[in-house]
């Protein structure tokens, strides 16, 4: 009898043991893949819209699926062989606005850009940066805190926290791409802070792009049908981008 309880509590413990090595060589491996995201930044390129989705259209039949895909690409062929750079869809297919942003959060990305056109108005083109923000301003929360789960209801509550801690880092490289833009281009570009969902879910600096107004006829036709001028743009967000890593 007691030979038996001897060896089931030497089970027990090898158990244990196992487990313990476990969690160990598990959290080796997340040390070892954070070093390496902090050596290589993770950028998500999110090219908007896709499949049936496809956007506002132009006057000249140009779909704003089409526009953010061929740009995100050029954007992603010029920062990929400094960083480790990601494409929410790659192709003409449709992909739904939390199956993006989980995907960003799943590869631990440490930018987030969704690429998209204006629309509206065909008189004006203008450039265009939204930064998040949430419905509970007042929740703040740095970067180093942890999660109190007992202060906070609802999962949108702890969304909130989590969205927050990243707002001034998402408004700083907004604010980068338009310096960048506005010294090289000479036009107007705009700041706006909106609940946008693709970036309300975004557990990282999160920015959503217009790079013109495919409503306007002039900027479809000789802005954004024009692959050397979006690849003028890719230059100017990946000097940005630079410069918010360095």
Not at 73 to 82: A, C, E, F, G, T
Request: glycine letters at 6%; proline letters at 2%.
């Amino acid at each position: 009898m007691n030979k038996q309880k001897q060896k089931k509590n030497v089970m027990i413990s090898l158990f244990f043991i196992f487990i313990a090595s476990f969690i160990l060589y598990v959290e080796a491996a997340i040390s070892a893949d954070n070093r390496y995201n902090k050596k290589k930044p993770v950028i998500i390129i999110d090219p908007g819209h896709g499949g049936y989705d496809k956007g506002i259209t132009g006057i000249y039949g140009l779909f704003e699926k089409k526009v953010s895909l061929v740009f995100s690409n050029i954007l992603h062929d010029k920062l990929k062989d400094k960083y480790k750079t990601i494409l929410t869809r790659t192709d003409d297919y449709f992909v739904n606005l939390v199956d993006r942003t989980s995907f960003a959060n799943q590869m631990d990305g440490n930018l987030l850009i969704s690429i998209h056109t204006g629309g509206g108005s065909y008189r004006f083109s203008y450039f265009t940066l939204y930064y998040g923000i949430t419905g509970r301003q007042h929740i703040q929360l740095d970067m180093n805190d942890s999660l109190s789960y007992n202060s906070y209801t609802t999962p949108e509550d702890i969304w909130d926290l989590i969205s927050n801690r990243h707002t001034d880092h998402s408004k700083k490289i907004a604010e980068l791409i338009k310096k960048n833009y506005t010294n090289s281009e000479k036009k107007v570009c705009k700041i706006k802070q909106y609940p946008l969902f693709i970036l309300k879910g975004a557990d990282m600096p999160a920015i959503l792009v217009e790079i013109g107004n495919l409503s306007n006829p002039v900027c479809e036709d000789k802005e954004l049908s024009n692959k050397k001028y979006l690849i003028k743009l890719a230059d100017i967000l990946v000097s940005a981008i630079d410069e918010y890593f360095k």
